[in-house]
């Protein structure tokens, strides 16, 4: 039952799917974004972006050893020990008893795009994201969107 919990948290986290939201996730989400500041936030990117580098067809793109990743891995589990079991003890009580590992994941991947949007804030990773706009035929995008 534990690995599977931990298991969950790490789908929320990185997952693209809507997670079913109830009060009490959205208090324990509430509770796991006022428990976490700039530098929590961005590890969780920073284990984010590592995770996802894991795969076969992005790993080539990045330059993490096994060591950068396991260091990751620890500061990670570091964070989600402490937010569930001091800083919102209380509120995941409250979700696994109501919500269970649904509402467990709901408030996890609250925490993700927290993260993930604390990062997209920046200035430079706002002006990579939209570098790709000038090469984009403009002229067929707006035949699309006029007509």
Known sequence: MRFLTIFLLSLAILSPHAAI???T?????TCL???TNGKDRKALARWIFLA???????R???VATDAIRLDSDKGTAVLVTRLLTENCRAET?????KDGNPGLFSAFKLLGEVAM???MTDPGVSAAISNYAQFVDKKKIEEVLTK
């Open 25 to 29: 996730s959205d208090t324990l989400g």
């Open 60 to 62: 080539q793109l990045s």
């Open 33 to 35: 974004k006022d428990n």
């Open 93 to 97: 009580r409250a979700v696994v008893a």
């Open 52 to 58: 996802i580098s894991a795969h076969p067809e992005i």
């Open 117 to 119: 949007t604390e990062l």
């Open 21 to 23: 939201a109830s009060p």
